[in-house]
């Protein structure tokens, strides 16, 4: 294991809610931010909700509704997220979480994100990203294969979101939400 490690920036937080309708009105409404996208993830879990203040953030704040708190080992819905500035940056966290024999790592492609979702030794979600150059609307998942080549990723990755409603450049969407958050000039 390398003694650098790749720099992580707190990116967003995953918060598990009871009543959407009301939480989503609390976030919108009283602190102002704005519905970057709302809709079910996958079996099993409940609406998922995006919200953002930062047209350069697809969101800050992802509630995901459930009747019960998630289990620890539901990353989805509970988990911390650091954004890290590269492709090889993923591949080197990936190697330096399998030398710690950390087991629970799911890559994931999100079209706008490439991720490794992975539990700490206490069972606490953690998620690691780089962003892609694409905006694609949420929530989106399919698998991610970091042994390929970093244009052979983004080049998959283009083929399966471009024909998707909503996507787009990440910089036309961002210069969109500038204009709904009141930003742009």
Same mark, same amino acid.
């Given at each position: 294991?390398?003694?650098?490690?790749?720099?992580?920036? @707190?990116?967003?937080?995953?918060?598990?809610? $009871?009543?959407? &309708?009301?939480?989503?009105? =609390? /976030? #919108?409404?009283?602190?102002?931010?704005?519905?970057?996208?709302?809709?079910?993830?996958?079996?099993?879990?409940g609406e998922m909700t995006f919200i953002t203040?930062?047209?350069?953030?697809?969101?800050?704040?992802?509630?995901?509704q459930t009747a019960d708190p998630p289990p620890r080992e539901f990353m989805l819905a509970?988990? @911390?997220?650091? $954004?890290?500035?590269?492709?090889? &940056?993923?591949?080197? +966290?990936?190697? $330096?979480?399998?030398?710690?024999?950390? &087991?629970?790592? +799911?890559? +994931?492609?999100?079209?706008?994100?490439?991720?490794? /979702? =992975?539990?700490?030794?206490?069972?606490?979600?953690?998620?690691? =990203?780089?962003?892609?150059?694409?905006?694609?609307?949420?929530? /989106?998942?399919?698998?991610?294969?970091?042994? #390929?080549? &970093?244009?052979? +990723?983004?080049?998959?990755? $283009?083929?399966?979101?471009?024909? @998707?409603?909503?996507?787009?450049? =990440?910089?036309?969407?961002?210069?969109?939400?500038?204009?709904? @958050?009141?930003?742009?000039?």
């Amino acid at each position: 294991m390398s003694s650098s490690s790749p720099f992580l920036r @707190l990116s967003h937080v995953t918060l598990a809610v $009871r009543d959407m &309708d009301r939480m989503v009105a =609390f /976030y #919108t409404e009283v602190l102002g931010f704005q519905v970057s996208d709302r809709g079910e993830p996958v079996p099993g879990a409940g609406e998922m909700t995006f919200i953002t203040q930062d047209p350069s953030e697809h969101h800050q704040m992802v509630l995901v509704q459930t009747a019960d708190p998630p289990p620890r080992e539901f990353m989805l819905a509970d988990h @911390l997220a650091f $954004r890290t500035g590269s492709l090889d &940056d993923l591949r080197a +966290i990936g190697e $330096r979480l399998a030398t710690a024999e950390v &087991d629970s790592v +799911i890559p +994931i492609s999100h079209g706008n994100a490439w991720s490794l /979702y =992975f539990t700490d030794p206490e069972g606490n979600g953690v998620e690691c =990203f780089v962003d892609t150059p694409f905006h694609v609307s949420q929530p /989106y998942g399919d698998a991610l294969d970091l042994s #390929t080549s &970093d244009a052979e +990723i983004e080049e998959e990755t $283009r083929g399966k979101v471009e024909a @998707l409603p909503g996507t787009q450049s =990440f910089s036309t969407w961002s210069e969109a939400m500038a204009t709904r @958050l009141g930003m742009s000039s």
